[in-house]
């Protein structure tokens, strides 16, 4: 295929050169009806792009099948079969993957470790999900994907299961065994589908961790505005093989999907698998080598321990090195006030922190000079660190609850706010999940324990944020009625 090509963009240029007046929708008229405010601040580029998909990018029928062909692109360039363009994030892309497999009532294996999408899709479908132990890494505190074993033995017991869901890499960078994985999920004559949110660099480069497709997974999702060039919200699905029916897929997420989806964020996208295909290798080459510079330099501060392969032996199959994930504990100081230092004092925002971490991601569009602002400032950090609180977070050696109601049964029961101190033994009807990451703590049908609770209410007073809460201040657990 002709990866020169970029359909979406050379649309979007025609479209501006034959000089088309829309009577259409968006009502900002490619900005002219925008507040010189606004422009001021946005620029009105972004108004003159944001044009009409059909009767506006291509015609009423769609018929110059313009995002066809770059999704068509898009799979040629990532060894998938079939790629499709999602504008609702992967957050929707999950849920979709989730109605693509298994109906209300069906069972699903999941990894725990999963993204709160998962319970939201969990919720909206009444699937029922087969839990699967994260790899839990007591020495880090840290949540790893789950073993091909502890899968191979999930597919085993629930052979009635229609398919595995596994997140890979994790938002901290660690990845599954997803050739061998595929390999156990095919040998039970099941779907493998991967949460790739964090992985739309891995197919540009041998040296980074197997992408899903390559490792013949049939279906993974990604949110190319995490850790590629694209807009924010922008995700593809990515299947190969035929154990997902395309027009399955197609049917229920258009029971999700936007009417509206934005031309920005597709021409971004067609942009973006350009970029890679003719640049990619060369960019990371470059990228990892700074990574590796990174990586060392901050290794070397004082208190400072980057995680690295190494640390992890045995727990995973590989790891993104662009996740700079560093273990601040030796300082005594939490990860949440060091975040919050970081960007008070020096204008830096940190990817994820947490209790004893704090996380940066790298990407192509780093160079030596965001390197060297992100190196003085973890400096001078690595300096004041005996200044900032510690955490005086509860981290329980098990943070896993029993699932014992449907997640969608539990989430639309009759349920009651109880106090916190009141919660233990209570079935949750909410997801509490501290955010970033993103991963809930507690999800609607699960019995909360004490341990759980005070991870939570302890965390929550050393910097942890839990947006999805009822009562973000979880002085209140919203428990089903008993
Ligand atoms: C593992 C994982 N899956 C899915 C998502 C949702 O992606 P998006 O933000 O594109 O909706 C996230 C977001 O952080 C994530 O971490």
């Given at each position: 295929?002709?990866?020169?090509?970029?359909?979406?963009?050379?649309?979007?240029?025609?479209?501006?050169?034959?000089?088309?007046?829309?009577?259409t929708?968006?009502g900002?008229?490619?900005?002219?009806?925008?507040?010189?405010?606004?422009?001021?601040?946005?620029?009105?580029?972004?108004?003159?792009?944001?044009?009409?998909a059909?009767?506006?990018?291509?015609?009423?029928?769609?018929?110059?099948g313009?995002?066809?062909?770059?999704?068509?692109?898009?799979?040629?360039?990532?060894?998938?079969?079939?790629?499709?363009?999602s504008?609702?994030?992967?957050?929707?892309?999950?849920?979709?993957?989730?109605?693509?497999?298994?109906g209300?009532?069906?069972?699903?294996?999941?990894?725990?470790?999963?993204?709160?999408?998962?319970?939201?899709?969990?919720?909206?479908?009444?699937?029922?999900?087969?839990?699967?132990?994260?790899?839990?890494?007591?020495?880090?505190?840290?949540?790893?994907?789950?073993?091909?074993?502890?899968?191979?033995a999930?597919?085993?017991?629930?052979?009635?299961?229609?398919?595995?869901?596994?997140?890979?890499?994790?938002?901290?960078?660690?990845?599954?065994?997803?050739?061998?994985?595929?390999?156990?999920?095919?040998?039970?004559?099941?779907?493998l589908?991967?949460?790739?949110?964090?992985?739309?660099?891995?197919?540009?480069?041998?040296?980074?961790?197997?992408?899903?497709?390559?490792?013949?997974?049939?279906?993974?999702?990604?949110?190319?505005?995490?850790?590629?060039?694209?807009?924010?919200?922008?995700?593809?699905?990515?299947?190969?093989?035929?154990?997902?029916?395309?027009?399955?897929?197609?049917?229920?997420?258009?029971?999700?999907?936007?009417?509206?989806?934005?031309?920005?964020?597709?021409?971004?996208?067609?942009?973006?698998?350009?970029?890679?295909?003719?640049?990619?290798?060369?960019?990371?080459?470059?990228?990892?080598?700074?990574?590796?510079?990174?990586?060392?330099?901050?290794?070397?501060?004082?208190?400072?321990?980057?995680?690295?392969?190494?640390?992890y032996?045995?727990?995973?199959?590989?790891?993104?090195?662009?996740?700079?994930?560093?273990?601040?504990?030796?300082?005594g100081?939490?990860?949440?006030?060091?975040?919050?230092?970081?960007?008070e004092?020096?204008?830096?925002?940190?990817?994820?922190?947490?209790?004893?971490?704090?996380?940066?991601?790298?990407?192509?569009?780093?160079?030596?000079?965001?390197?060297?602002?992100?190196?003085?400032?973890?400096?001078?950090?690595?300096?004041?660190?005996?200044?900032?609180?510690?955490?005086?977070?509860?981290?329980?050696?098990?943070?896993?609850?029993?699932?014992?109601m449907?997640?969608?049964?539990?989430?639309?029961?009759?349920?009651?706010?109880?106090?916190?101190d009141?919660?233990?033994?209570?079935?949750?009807?909410?997801?509490?999940?501290?955010?970033?990451?993103?991963?809930?703590?507690?999800?609607?049908?699960?019995?909360?324990?004490?341990?759980?609770?005070?991870?939570?209410?302890?965390?929550?007073?050393?910097?942890?944020?839990?947006?999805?809460?009822?009562?973000?201040?979880?002085?209140?657990?919203?428990?089903?009625?008993?």
């Amino acid at each position: 295929m002709d990866h020169s090509r970029a359909p979406i963009l050379e649309a979007l240029a025609a479209y501006h050169a034959s000089g088309q007046t829309p009577f259409t929708p968006p009502g900002h008229k490619q900005g002219r009806g925008v507040d010189p405010r606004v422009a001021e601040v946005m620029g009105l580029d972004v108004f003159r792009s944001d044009v009409l998909a059909t009767a506006g990018l291509d015609d009423r029928r769609a018929s110059g099948g313009v995002v066809q062909e770059a999704e068509e692109l898009m799979a040629d360039a990532v060894d998938a079969d079939q790629a499709f363009f999602s504008t609702c994030g992967s957050s929707l892309s999950v849920k979709t993957a989730i109605m693509a497999t298994a109906g209300p009532g069906e069972k699903l294996i999941i990894g725990r470790d999963a993204h709160k999408s998962v319970g939201s899709g969990l919720v909206l479908t009444g699937v029922i999900p087969v839990w699967v132990d994260p790899t839990w890494d007591h020495e880090r505190q840290l949540a790893h994907p789950p073993s091909v074993e502890a899968f191979a033995a999930a597919l085993k017991a629930h052979p009635d299961a229609k398919g595995v869901l596994v997140v890979s890499p994790t938002p901290y960078g660690t990845c599954a065994d997803l050739t061998e994985l595929t390999r156990v999920c095919h040998e039970h004559g099941r779907p493998l589908l991967v949460d790739e949110a964090w992985g739309a660099h891995l197919p540009f480069h041998p040296d980074l961790p197997t992408w899903a497709m390559d490792a013949g997974a049939d279906m993974c999702v990604t949110s190319v505005h995490k850790m590629g060039s694209a807009l924010e919200q922008s995700s593809v699905f990515h299947l190969r093989g035929d154990r997902i029916d395309p027009a399955l897929l197609k049917a229920r997420s258009d029971l999700l999907n936007t009417t509206s989806s934005s031309v920005l964020i597709y021409a971004a996208l067609d942009g973006w698998r350009r970029q890679m295909v003719e640049h990619g290798r060369a960019t990371y080459d470059r990228t990892l080598a700074l990574a590796h510079h990174v990586r060392a330099a901050a290794d070397d501060l004082d208190g400072f321990h980057v995680y690295g392969r190494a640390d992890y032996d045995g727990m995973i199959a590989d790891m993104d090195p662009l996740q700079v994930v560093v273990d601040v504990s030796a300082t005594g100081a939490s990860g949440y006030a060091m975040a919050d230092w970081l960007r008070e004092h020096h204008q830096i925002n940190m990817h994820l922190s947490d209790h004893r971490r704090i996380s940066a991601q790298l990407s192509h569009a780093d160079d030596e000079k965001s390197a060297e602002a992100l190196l003085a400032a973890l400096r001078d950090l690595a300096d004041r660190a005996g200044e900032l609180p510690a955490a005086q977070v509860r981290v329980p050696g098990d943070l896993r609850l029993d699932q014992v109601m449907a997640p969608r049964d539990a989430f639309f029961a009759e349920t009651e706010p109880v106090p916190a101190d009141r919660a233990a033994g209570r079935i949750s009807a909410e997801m509490l999940t501290p955010y970033p990451p993103g991963i809930p703590a507690a999800l609607p049908g699960e019995r909360l324990t004490g341990d759980v609770l005070a991870y939570l209410t302890t965390g929550l007073r050393s910097g942890m944020v839990i947006p999805d809460a009822w009562d973000s201040s979880l002085e209140t657990i919203r428990v089903v009625k008993e």
